[in-house]
């Protein structure tokens, strides 16, 4: 072994264990120590000082970052270390951490951890591309010691291109290993070997120069850190290989689809590279409960295939940074929590003893002394609150039933302000709770899409409903929309035509009425992008956007014009699904906040530029209640974290000038980030009607999302799907707490019609800042 000997003490380290309130490590539960945080910034920072504390320890050392989104504050940090050294600011938490001394990063070496293959290095989503922008610009690392993977042309011979070689990226790994029947199949399996020399050639560089001495990556959906996908041998080295579903889904918004990511190979190092030098530092970055579980597999499970991240309790020197919901389902913490807990929460006691139902699988009143001191959680809670355990099963079975009873209760003369990150969120959240909202005419209902979602439309898309409106130009089809009323911006009357020619072709099975009113709305579109109303200059931005869209490479950055061309799909598809309602186009406002940016890191909320739209419309409105996507440590797309604080900046700004402090907020969540039956305090029944209505009027609605280009890695389909399998879950859950005859034989008929239960958070305006973990000072106007 040629490996270098690291310096991996860390003062650090030690200095975020004092701040919290957990050890570092657990044994033997946990296997692997563990630093928590209270939020994905303050993640960024404390990995950030960690990295820099290394640096300044290892000069010349060898190095692998991670791409993609997960590091998006540690990079933000680091530069911030860079570039401000010497501020006050910057020089006191140095301090505080206990490091001193300045890194020498052009001293560094730098190994690139992953690659799709094929890629082209020069597209903005390339993983070679990102490394550049970001470490080797953004740190200024040194390109000579870096060891990159570049893609573009790899195991190519000369004359040829990937394109040539490899149909449509198709690569056939079986040729490996089978007969050949082709000229092309033969010259396909001598770039495999050319790869696969590669690969051999890339391992033995990393343990030629010792091996990593700091790896810092995130976790995948499926466990998988770097391309080890769940499965990946414990000595697994540097490889040419395919992916599995979850990482497929992970990668197709920056492949531009899972129809495309399907069909990419990977080119990874292995566990075996990892772990390779017995003194590296090797840090695993994750935000949010989404995550939770699998991160307690691979802290607290033995060495695994199935969990590749447990590979790393073979080096002394691994770590995982987390958030308290990312840490959310180690056990031991969490009993750690409870057990020195000064006063018990309704929420925790909750918690407790629907999880002690669930593991029973039994009514929680039909839970037993024995059941109760079988499991330490409900036996301590027991001993804390001094009672029998017949009463604490009491208590939260009132309390669940009290939450149902919440949830059904009538609304009227409510203003509702619906805020929503992207088109769908809502719909895909407590679509059936608007069903009943909406009978009671004395509520009013108003809908904020925040951005304008333009990242999830594909090319593909696009250019299909192009090319029909071209053929509706051509035969002039739209003779009955061309009047003043219909493109008048102002006329609503007008603006609403395209949309109820597609409800009636819904409601009449007539795919081509639904395709004339598409192609309408997407000619206003043009006219409102392209700023004419000249049918021949129209003609001919249509050509030349079906060669932009055939020419682009799936996922890249769109110029301004196609982002909001795209942003306007989305925003007639919600216009389409409140319609179902008789909810008009005038009350739905696309905000299209400008830290929405389609870059691989979006901006953070501005007062100005995101918090002031939000503000104002809130101040004409006068809502009652306004609903949110609840994501404080984002643990879904960083969107909804970031949309979240511009509610909240907004929310406090209202509260604070125009005494708006009777506001309720609802938080809502879906598909993403689901809420723990004690955390929601609104248990909405859904009836299988809603649940059809659900999934039919997505499909017919969406249809930018129907293909599902971007699911879940949770289902290989269409989000309405999922959402409705989540929602047959939450009611599996309370049915078991309560049992079945409490909804079969219940007097209320939407109980015994109950096939689907939505969760919702109501909460008070200081109970909402409470929750929301992160406000920056700009964001909640605290400047003014």
């Known amino acids: 072994m040629n490996s270098r000997i690291y310096d991996a003490a860390s003062s650090v380290e030690e200095y975020q264990i004092k701040l919290g309130k957990h050890n570092f490590i657990y044994p033997p539960m946990e296997k692997i120590k563990v630093l928590e945080v209270d939020n994905y910034p303050a993640l960024g920072k404390v990995t950030a000082m960690r990295f820099i504390e290394w640096v300044i320890k290892n000069p010349g050392g060898l190095i692998a970052l991670p791409t993609g989104k997960t590091p998006e504050y540690f990079i933000k940090w680091t530069k911030k270390i860079i570039s401000e050294r010497n501020s006050r600011e910057i020089q006191k938490l140095l301090n505080d951490y206990g490091i001193s001394g300045s890194p020498d990063f052009k001293s560094l070496r730098f190994v690139q951890i992953d690659e799709f293959y094929p890629m082209d290095s020069r597209q903005h989503n390339s993983f070679n591309y990102y490394i550049n922008e970001f470490y080797i610009k953004g740190f200024g690392l040194s390109r000579d010691n870096a060891l990159l993977i570049d893609a573009t042309s790899l195991g190519i011979p000369k004359g040829k291109t990937m394109a040539e070689v490899f149909p449509n990226n198709i690569v056939d790994l079986t040729l490996r290993v089978r007969k050949m029947n082709t000229n092309l199949e033969r010259l396909q399996r001598d770039v495999i070997n050319r790869v696969d020399e590669f690969c051999m050639e890339y391992e033995s560089k990393i343990r030629d120069m010792g091996g990593i001495g700091f790896f810092l990556g995130g976790i995948g959906p499926d466990g998988h850190i770097a391309f080890n996908v769940r499965g990946s041998s414990v000595h697994s080295v540097t490889r040419l290989t395919a992916t599995n579903y979850e990482t497929q889904s992970a990668a197709a918004i920056d492949l531009g689809g899972i129809e ?131 009463a604490i099963v009491s208590a939260a079975r009132q309390r669940i039933v009290e939450k149902i009873d919440n949830g059904l209760k009538h609304v009227s003369k409510t203003t509702f302000l619906h805020t929503e990150p992207h088109h769908d969120d809502i719909m895909l959240s407590y679509l059936a709770h608007i069903y009943h909202l909406v009978r009671d005419a004395s509520n009013l209902h108003y809908f904020a899409n925040l951005t304008s979602g333009f990242t999830s439309v594909t090319n593909a898309y696009v ?322």
């Not at 990511?261 to 080119?267: E, K, Y």
């Open 260 to 390: 495309i990511s399907r069909n990419r190979l990977v080119i990874t190092i292995g566990l075996a590279t990892i772990t390779y030098n017995p003194t590296a530092t090797a840090i695993i970055i994750a935000a949010g409960e989404a995550k939770s579980n699998i991160i307690a597999h691979a802290i607290q499970e033995k060495k695994n295939p199935q969990f590749p991240a447990t590979v790393l309790q073979e080096l002394p020197n691994a770590r995982f940074y987390l958030t308290r919901g990312a840490a959310h389902h180690l056990i031991e913490r969490r009993f750690e929590d409870f057990h020195t807990a000064a006063t018990i929460s309704e929420e925790n006691a909750d918690r407790i003893v629907i999880s002690l139902a669930l593991a029973k699988g039994k009514p929680l009143e039909d839970l037993t002394k024995k059941d109760f001191t079988g499991d330490r959680f409900s036996q301590t809670l027991q001993e804390k609150l001094s009672l029998e355990h017949t």
């Open 463 to 784: 250019l299909a409903i192009l090319g029909r409106l071209e053929k509706h130009l051509e035969s002039g089809s739209f003779t009955l929309f061309l009047n003043e009323n219909y493109f008048d911006p102002n006329s609503i009357t007008g603006k609403m035509a395209d949309v109820y020619l597609f409800l009636d072709g819904v409601a009449a099975n007539s795919a081509e009425m639904r395709e004339l009113a598409e192609s309408c709305r997407l000619l206003r579109n043009m006219f409102e992008v392209y700023r004419t109303t000249d049918l021949l200059s129209i003609k001919l931005r249509i050509r030349e956007l079906n060669e932009y869209f055939r020419s682009q490479y799936p996922g890249a950055k769109d110029p301004p014009d196609i982002q909001m061309l795209k942003g306007t799909i989305r925003e007639w598809e919600v216009e389409l699904l409140w319609a179902y309602f008789g909810i008009e186009a005038s009350s739905i406002f696309p905000l299209r906040l400008g830290f929405y940016t389609g870059d691989i890191f979006s901006e953070e909320p501005e007062l100005d530029r995101d918090v002031l739209p939000l503000f104002n419309l809130i101040k004409k409105l006068k809502p009652n209640i306004v609903t949110v996507a609840f994501d404080p440590e984002g643990s879904g797309p960083d969107t909804h974290y970031k949309a979240l604080q511009a509610v909240a900046g907004a929310l406090k700004m209202y509260e604070d000038k125009s005494g708006g402090a009777g506001v309720k907020v609802w938080g809502y969540r879906n598909v993403w980030y689901r809420f723990d039956p004690s955390e929601a305090n609104l248990y909405v029944p859904v009836s299988l009607n809603s649940l059809s209505l659900l999934h039919t009027a997505f499909m017919n609605c969406f249809g930018s999302q129907r293909a599902a280009s971007f699911p879940s890695y949770d289902h290989d389909g269409p989000f309405s799907e999922l959402a409705q399998s989540i929602q047959v879950e939450q009611y599996g859950v309370i049915k078991t707490c309560l049992g079945n005859d409490y909804f079969l034989k219940n007097n209320h008929p939407r109980l015994r019609a109950a096939r689907g239960m939505i969760f919702l958070k109501e909460m008070t305006l200081d109970e909402f800042y409470t929750k929301v973990r992160e406000l920056k000072r700009a964001t909640v106007g605290e400047n003014d």
